[in-house]
Nanobody, 115 residues
Framework: QVQLVESGGRLVQAGGSLRLSCAAS????????MGWYHQAPGKARELVAS???????YCADSVKGRFTISSDNAKNTVYLQMNSLKPEDTGAYYC?????????WGQGTQVTVSS
């Protein structure tokens, strides 16, 4: 059993910064990829950023230059540094982890960016 616990979401003003964390625990020795999805109100979940166990990172075009994904493999934790936040970044952020052919999800953390 693998659990993902996100933290760091809160209300922030436009232009501000947040750092989201996702800690994986349970029967995990290594992961293939971890990352973050964003689900804006009334919209589908969209991939924001991901990182492989080897450290190769991906960021969606919509957040390039503003968001950075990083990881601490010793802690099985992934971080999403979010800078220059915009109101359209508002929504739930879900962490995921791919272990072999299984994808695990966290419960989500809410980010609200006020204009």
């Amino acid at each position: 059993q693998v659990q993902l616990v996100e933290s760091g979401g809160r209300l922030v003003q436009a232009g501000g910064s947040l750092r989201l964390s996702c800690a994986a625990s349970g029967r995990i020795f290594s992961y293939d990829r971890m990352g973050w999805y964003h689900q804006a109100p009334g919209k589908a979940r969209e991939l924001v950023a991901s990182i492989t166990g080897g450290g190769s990172a991906y960021c969606a075009d919509s957040v390039k230059g503003r968001f950075t994904i990083s990881s601490d493999n010793a802690k099985n934790t992934v971080y999403l540094q979010m800078n220059s936040l915009k109101p359209e970044d508002t929504g739930a952020y879900y962490c995921y982890a791919d272990l072999r052919v299984v994808r695990y999800w966290g419960q989500g953390t809410q980010v609200t960016v006020s204009s």
